[in-house]
């Protein structure tokens, strides 16, 4: 009996000790992160923003893939939400506030423990990368709360290593999103031509990306100068590509609604008519204009209607600018080549 009673007494003086152990932990918490993502700035707080994206790269979600994710009609933006249940409880994740394209303010309530204040900054880097920092943190925390905050170990042991985790995945995700590209054969059509004006350069095949960059500024910047309205979306013309002496001629165009007399005599003056063409549409990283270029050419070769004309047309196109769609994935390239019905002798 009296073994008994001292072991009540111990465990009466256990529960105590952890009830002021408890007691005297801080009254609040912050618990941060950070972690470079390789993609731009605004390419990785559009995936933030949207809390339907959340499950994608949750660290919670990979370790209980039975937590149930809920959406209402808005998820993206200001007064976007999402919940989540588990065995623990339910959740809710909603933005508060946002600063396109810098920071995303989030508040999360948790069972009936209080609200925390989410927060992810965007920095951008040098390189074009973005280093991302989330921070979550609360205050006046209750003593159930502090109780369930010290018997997971405290909240920097519990939601650290997740965070980290789930930065890692946000940034596979997004790289493998930015690698996405399709390529299409729309077929044969017509191209209606027009006016143009341009800048021609020759160069190695190898030096052609970054002579192109060089060429359309310039040309851009003759349009608004002298306020020449585009009339379509800017395009290069290839007039030579010999891959075996390692040598291009291209011209960096821009269509025009007339002709116009050029004020500057490396500005000329072109004009496109109209022409059969096998239209291919590329959407992705230029990096895959390699292979576009070749189901084109391969398509052509395979069609028993039309073949290609000989020091004909070759256009590219690009309807969409990079400065507007910072993710490469929703570039768009249409590809033009001048063809011509197949002559049967019979």
Partial sequence: MKAFKYILFLLLILVIGLAIYIAVQPNSFEVTRTHTINAPQQVVYNEVIDLKNWEDWSAWKEEDPNIVMTYPEKTEGVGGSYTWEDEDGIGTMKTIGANPHSQIQLEMQFAEFPKSDVNLYFEPTEDGKTDVTWTISGEDLPFQFKMFSALMGGMESEIGPKYERSLEMLDSVIVADMKRYSIDIDGITQHSGGYYIYKTASCKISDYPAKMQELFPQVGAYAVTHNVAFAGAPFVYIEKWDEENDAVIF????????????????????????????????????????????????????????????????????????????????????????????????
């Fill in 251 to 346: 011209s960096c165009c821009i269509p025009t609604q007339t002709k116009i007399v050029s004020a500057e005599p490396d500005i000329l003056i072109g004009q496109l008519q109209p022409f059969t063409t096998l239209k291919t549409v590329l959407k992705g990283d230029y990096s895959n204009l390699s292979e576009a270029w070749e189901k084109a050419f391969e398509f052509i070769e395979s069609s028993p209607n039309y073949e290609r004309v000989e020091n004909g047309p070759m256009l590219e196109a690009y309807p969409t600018d990079p400065s507007e769609f910072p993710n490469p994935a929703d570039w768009v390239t249409e590809i033009y080549i001048a063809v011509k019905p197949t002559i049967v002798l019979e």
